[in-house]
């Protein structure tokens, strides 16, 4: 069988996007999503993602990690299939769409999308750290000569160290001359450091607020592969209408044969 499949990133993290509205991708061949997302012996990409119908939105989005497992929400992955659903005129400037975590509203103009995150109810004070969920779990550390850290080796260990098999992405981060904040992300499914992670960012900027190191309530917030802005209203230890802007393109299409 053949299936036309595009490549889409945002600030670097990549994907697989796959209009599954006739049904027919075999989502649950676990083997299969993880051939095509490995960069040795297939497409190649930080995850695969599937645009699928849903009665009471403008469609649904199916994200899967590059093991080949569904994953919980990606906020980059968000962002992208909002800018693939107005390739496919699916959608014009404003999109409302279900994901693993629930509804999310979003908005492109030209190259940029604007997504709508969940709520965050809670924050959880570590030693060194906080965790919080921000559509999938995160761990923030702040670090010194973040550019020479070992992301790798420590997100690894805390990964499995700190939370288990299940696990959480791992961020390190530290403050920079603009005022803003600058990101490394370990991600749980690609057992790696990606260039942006989504989440990861909107996770930095509530918990740089959260700990008083910044009072903006829009955050600029660096990843290695670009930036993104996070903005958010907070009332007592409760984040609301948090949304994560930047830009998302096409790189390019090709087929899949399984």
Not at 5 to 11: E, M, R
Not at 52 to 69: C, I, K, L, P
Not at 106 to 116: D, E, R
Not at 127 to 149: D, R, Y
Request: aromatic share 10%; charged share 25%.
């Amino acid at each position: 069988m053949e299936n036309t499949f595009y490549k889409y990133q945002g600030t670097g993290n990549d994907f697989v996007m796959i209009d599954n509205r006739n049904g027919q991708f075999p989502k649950d061949d676990t083997k299969l999503i993880a051939k095509i997302c490995h960069r040795r012996f297939g497409v190649g990409s930080d995850g695969l993602i599937l645009l699928e119908n849903n009665e009471s939105t403008d469609f649904r989005m199916v994200y899967f990690n590059a093991d080949g497992n569904e994953g919980s929400m990606c906020g980059n992955g968000g962002r992208c299939i909002v800018a693939f659903a107005h390739f496919l005129d699916i959608i014009k400037k404003d999109t409302t769409f279900i994901a693993v975590d629930g509804l999310h509203e979003a908005t492109i103009v030209g190259n940029v999308v604007s997504l709508k995150m969940t709520d965050v109810s809670e924050v959880k004070e570590k030693a060194s750290a906080l965790f919080m969920n921000t559509g999938s779990p995160h761990h923030v550390q702040i670090v010194k000569e973040l550019k020479s850290f070992d992301v790798v080796k420590e997100g690894a260990r805390m990964r499995y160290g700190i939370y288990g098999e299940k696990g959480s992405n791992i961020n390190f981060v530290e403050a920079n001359a603009e005022g803003g904040f600058d990101i490394r992300t370990y991600e749980r499914g690609v057992e790696d450091e990606t260039l942006s992670c989504g989440t990861g960012v909107t996770a930095v900027a509530l918990s740089m607020y959260h700990l008083g190191n910044t009072k903006n309530k829009t955050i600029a917030v660096n990843a290695l592969g670009g930036n993104l802005e996070v903005t958010f209203e907070e009332n007592q230890g409760i984040y609301s209408n948090i949304y994560l802007k930047g830009e998302a393109k096409q790189v390019f299409k090709g087929e899949l044969t399984w």
